[in-house]
């Protein structure tokens, strides 16, 4: 039987399923209404749907790396309370995750979710997690995913606050050892706490350094003091703020937080490592991730709303 739009558009309204996931249920059940909605109820799918619109921004950041420390991905997956994210059945749900990011050829979240279950062949990973929304009970997703991967050295990962944060390092290098994958630990702790936004100033472009220099110049131009002072000054004022910026910004020129003298960079904590160890060391990149960054955040009154479900 052809599945007319007409048809999805009904299903889609009835249940409040995705629209391809809509027409997969007509295709499976030869265009039977009736045994479509239960096909999506048997996904999890309708379920799913229904909790789809509630804000999910609390959740965990979970890192798998593999045993020769030569790969290891970063995952996302994001519910709506602390308290579920916390739980043993999300936490291994996210594990399962891990696994299946850790070894996905996709390119990106759309790509990774029409993917097959690992765990369950006739399911794809979409459908696994509506699965998991309808046995949880709250809205999930599953927001991003990064793999690193490192043939001449290792990845080393540190994930804080209980999943709050996770960070991936990739470091090329020639001796691995003890102290070579504690210096790791200390760049990833680095990362976490001070959230370098690049590894270098290789990777910052010149774009944005002159994007800068343009809006500092405007903040010293709309100033009475700074403004009058020689071009020459101000030229040296807003290459002074840019190079302060950066150090910040990248995770080479960043202060070492263990260093005992208040200014070892991140850069020279490394080569003395290095040279301890005779071996060359590079940070090549690195990945952070944090819980719910950039997304709208729930504020609830959690009595309230018990008394409201309450009637």
Same mark, same amino acid.
């Given at each position: ?5 007409a048809m999805?558009?009904e299903?889609?309204?009835t249940t ?8 997969? !249920?007509? #295709?499976?059940t ?6 479509a909605?239960? @096909? ?6 309708a ?9 999910? !921004?609390? $959740? ?5 790396? #593999?045993?020769?420390?030569k790969?290891?991905?970063a ?9 579920? /994210?916390k739980?043993?059945t ?10 299946? !990011?850790?070894? =996905?050829s996709?390119e990106?979240?759309? /790509? *990774?979710? /029409? ?7 006739? +399911? ?5 997690l509506?699965?998991? %929304?309808?046995?949880?009970g709250?809205?999930?997703k599953?927001?991003? @995913? ?10 080393? $990962?540190y994930t ?5 944060? $996770?960070?991936?390092v990739?470091i090329? =290098?020639?001796?691995?050892?003890d =102290?070579v994958n504690e210096?790791? +630990?200390?760049?990833a702790?680095? %990362?976490?706490?001070?959230?370098p936004?690049?590894?270098d100033?290789?990777?910052?472009s010149?774009e944005?350094i ?6 500092l110049?405007?903040? %010293?131009?709309?100033?009475p003091k700074?403004s ?7 030229k ?12 910040e910004?990248?995770?080479?020129d ?6 005992e003298? $208040?200014?070892q =960079?991140?850069?020279?904590y490394?080569?003395?490592?290095a040279?301890?160890?005779n071996a ?5 990149? *690195?990945v952070? @991730?944090?819980t719910?960054?950039g ?11 018990v !008394?409201?479900?309450l009637?």
């Open positions: 039987m052809a599945i007319t739009a999805v558009k299903l889609r309204e409040g399923a995705g629209m391809m996931d809509c027409k997969k !249920a007509l #295709t499976e030869d265009g039977d209404m009736e045994k909605v239960e @096909f999506l109820r048997e996904k999890g799918l379920t799913a749907q229904k909790k789809a619109g509630r804000i999910a !921004a609390e $959740g965990i950041v979970m890192l798998k790396v #593999t045993d020769d420390a790969k290891a991905v995952v996302e997956v994001n519910a709506e309370t602390d308290f579920v /994210a739980n043993d999300f936490q291994n749900y996210v594990a399962q995750v891990c696994e299946q !990011a850790l070894e =996905t996709a990106d979240i759309d /790509a *990774f979710l /029409a993917e097959t279950w690992k765990f369950d062949s006739s +399911k794809t990973v979409n459908e696994a509506a699965a998991q %929304i309808a046995v949880i709250e809205n999930m599953i927001r991003r @995913f990064q793999q690193v991967e490192e043939n001449n050295g290792i990845v080393v $990962g804080h606050m209980g999943g709050k944060i $996770g960070v991936l990739d090329e =290098t020639d001796v691995v050892n =102290t210096m790791g +630990k200390n760049i702790m680095q %990362i976490a706490a001070l959230k936004e690049y590894t100033r290789s990777e910052v010149a944005y002159e994007h800068e220099k343009e809006i110049l405007s903040q %010293i131009m709309n100033d700074e009058q002072k020689p071009e020459k000054v101000i040296g004022i807003v290459e002074g703020r840019v190079n302060k910026e950066l150090k910004i990248c995770l080479m960043q202060v070492y937080v263990k260093a003298d $208040g200014k =960079t991140v850069a020279k490394i080569a003395e490592v040279k301890a160890n060359n060391i590079k940070v090549k990149g *690195f952070r @991730f944090e719910g960054e997304l709208e955040k729930k504020n609830e009154d959690f009595a309230a709303e !008394a409201a479900q009637g």
